[in-house]
């Protein structure tokens, strides 16, 4: 549910933006979001799309980058991509494993406007 | 046209949580935020680590509870400064939050600041108090799994505190998976097996959090 404040801080972001870059419409919104970070995009989308209207970003598109969630495993040496975590190697099954990615915070990375 | 940005999206909160931190600084005041799920023992750990530390640090608590004042009112009982922010119905407390809060506490003298986040494994991870440790509460009713499946509150979290270890006998928890996962996640995690009804294991916590308010002095 924290996706409402989330919505709110990246309509906040973008009227600073409008005001700094002078354009008067938003079409699409690119993010970068880890898969194992705890925002959940479907919520995060309607969120925006409800604070949005009336808005410079009224129909705006949201499109995330989601990035994977990375393990090392000692025992192998290796990497390993998932969407889910888990301590046990996909490869050896050693449970010499940390995890490297996939907890990154929601990010803005560009706007698209006219 | 594109306009690349590139910022986090919590910018503004960051920046008033890092306000909040310079005044704990300069106050000399340590400050843990307690995140973990509804029930898993928030209150009954303040109101242990009070009736143990009371006496050596004065103490103050932030309550965040998404309704009723409860939890304030049973921390108000020992006779300790507490504040309760009304979240408004959010899942989380933000920096905002405490930094209203922090205006209607007594912080004279205080070297310990408590806040009980919200009960909520998902949400208040990634806003920023101000606070110097994140601490986890997760209770063995809830189950092994949970850092697995909520890898970013373990791995923003100093502190692994595994509640309710008097129920072990009753409840299927693998302590050795929690454990696991929790340190693959983060291995500079501090992890303590407790008991807030019989209070078992409670030392180690008291411990570390008085070696960590001892090493905080005013600016
Ligand atoms: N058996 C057992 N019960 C506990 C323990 N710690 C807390 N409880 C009980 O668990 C229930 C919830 O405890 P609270 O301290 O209110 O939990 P909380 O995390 O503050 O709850 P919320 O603020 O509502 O999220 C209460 O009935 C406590 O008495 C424990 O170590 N063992
Ligand atoms: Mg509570
Ligand atoms: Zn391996």
Request: aromatic letters at 6%; a negative charge.
């Amino acid at each position: 549910m924290h996706e409402i404040s989330l919505a709110s801080s990246l309509l906040d972001i973008i009227n600073e933006q409008a005001a700094k870059h002078r354009f008067n419409r938003v079409n699409a919104v690119k993010l970068s979001l880890g898969c194992a970070s705890s925002v959940e995009p479907k919520a995060l989308e309607f969120a925006f799309s409800v604070q949005a209207q009336g808005t410079i970003a009224d129909g705006a598109s949201l499109r995330f980058e989601m990035q994977p969630v990375v393990h090392y495993c000692f025992s192998c040496r290796r990497d390993h991509s998932a969407e889910v975590f888990s301590s046990v190697c996909a490869f050896c099954g050693s449970e010499d494993v940390i995890l490297t990615g996939g907890t990154e915070e929601l990010r803005l990375l560009e706007l698209d406007v006219d | 046209m594109k306009i690349s940005v590139v910022s986090n999206i919590l910018e503004a909160n960051d920046r008033i949580a890092a306000e909040n931190k310079a005044l704990f600084d300069e106050r000399g005041i340590y400050a843990v935020n307690i995140m973990s799920s509804p029930g898993a023992g928030k209150t009954s750990l303040v109101e242990k680590t009070v009736e143990a530390l009371g006496d050596r640090f004065r103490i103050a608590v932030i309550e965040g509870d998404i309704q009723d004042t409860c939890d304030a009112e049973r921390v108000a009982r020992l006779g300790i400064p507490v504040v309760q922010i009304n979240t408004g119905g959010a899942c989380h407390i933000d920096g905002n939050m405490v930094r209203g809060a922090l205006s209607s506490l007594d912080l004279d003298g205080v070297r310990l600041l408590i806040v009980e986040n919200v009960g909520n494994l998902v949400c208040p991870a990634e806003f920023k108090l101000g606070e110097h440790a994140k601490v986890m509460l997760l209770s063995t009713p809830e189950g092994a799994d949970k850092p697995a499946k909520y890898p970013l509150m373990f791995q923003e979290s100093s502190v692994l505190l595994i509640n309710k270890t008097d129920l072990l006998p009753y409840v299927d928890f693998d302590m050795a998976k929690a454990r696991r996962d929790a340190l693959a996640i983060n291995r500079n995690l501090r992890i303590f097996e407790i008991s807030c009804k019989n209070a078992e294991g409670l030392e180690g916590w008291y411990g570390w959090l008085s070696g960590e308010i001892e090493s905080t002095r005013k600016r």
